[in-house]
């Protein structure tokens, strides 16, 4: 079975310091995608990144990194120079494979910048 | 951009009523979910569908039916609701060449 998890619970962090979301997941497939999705308090979670298994690249988009690592089943997520409008719960997720189009979703990490 | 839209931010109902949420997207997107959230707990699904008057259960079925009569429409119906019931309800809608889900902004049910 297919399964993801999100051990951080809540973090809490002074605007500009640097943060790093932890995701871990489970699959047998080698075939699968790994997103990141944050939800504001507005309600609405937001796409932020889809990897492919075979896309071991570490990507940055601004001050946003991910670095998955097929090895160790990780798919992290860094905020670089943190800002408040930071302040989210943010989701990793898994799908594809034996689970189709279906996603597995963490329980998500709530993120706290503070000013 | 994808527009997924959810009739109703917040509902508050009264434990045995019928409640429907209704959910719309404009990308002509086959697969439509239905999720609870509800905290430490992530997102559950309650039911999906693939196509127009197809569905299948999710994880969390019990309590609930869905409706899709059209394409663009996937609507979660609680028969009796109760108070367990009461949480955060988010549809997505998915594209399958990428495999990505949009939500909408989620609607907050609270049953009296």
């Known amino acids: 079975a297919q399964k993801v998890t999100q051990a951080q619970t809540e973090i809490s962090v002074v605007e500009k310091e640097d943060v790093t979301l932890d995701c871990v997941y489970e699959t047998r497939d080698t075939t699968y995608y790994l997103f990141w999705y944050k939800q504001p308090p507005s309600g609405e979670l937001v796409f932020l990144i889809r990897?492919?298994?075979?896309?071991?690249q570490n990507e940055i988009s601004g001050r946003y990194s991910w670095n998955f690592q097929k090895s160790t089943s990780s798919f992290n997520f860094t905020i670089t120079a943190s800002q408040v409008v930071d302040s989210a719960v943010y989701f990793c997720?898994?799908?594809?494979?034996?689970?189709?189009?279906?996603?597995?979703f963490g329980a998500g990490t709530r993120l706290f910048v503070k000013a | 951009d994808v527009k997924v839209t959810q009739s109703s931010r917040y509902l508050v109902k009264r434990t045995g009523e019928k409640v429907f949420l209704e959910c719309v997207q404009d990308m002509d997107h086959e697969n439509m979910f239905w999720y609870r959230q509800d905290p430490g707990l992530g997102l559950r699904l309650i039911y999906f569908s693939y196509d127009v008057k197809m569905k299948e259960k999710g994880d969390i079925p019990e309590g609930y039916s869905v409706s899709r009569e059209k394409k663009e429409r996937f609507s979660l119906i609680l028969e009796s609701a109760s108070t367990n019931q009461t949480s955060m309800y988010l549809c997505?809608?998915?594209?399958?060449?990428?495999?990505?889900?949009?939500f909408g902004a989620g609607t907050r049910l609270s049953v009296l």
């Open positions: 990897r492919n298994s075979f896309d071991e």
């Open positions: 997505a809608s998915q594209d399958l060449h990428k495999n990505i889900q949009y």
């Open positions: 997720a898994l799908s594809g494979g034996t689970g189709g189009f279906k996603t597995i």
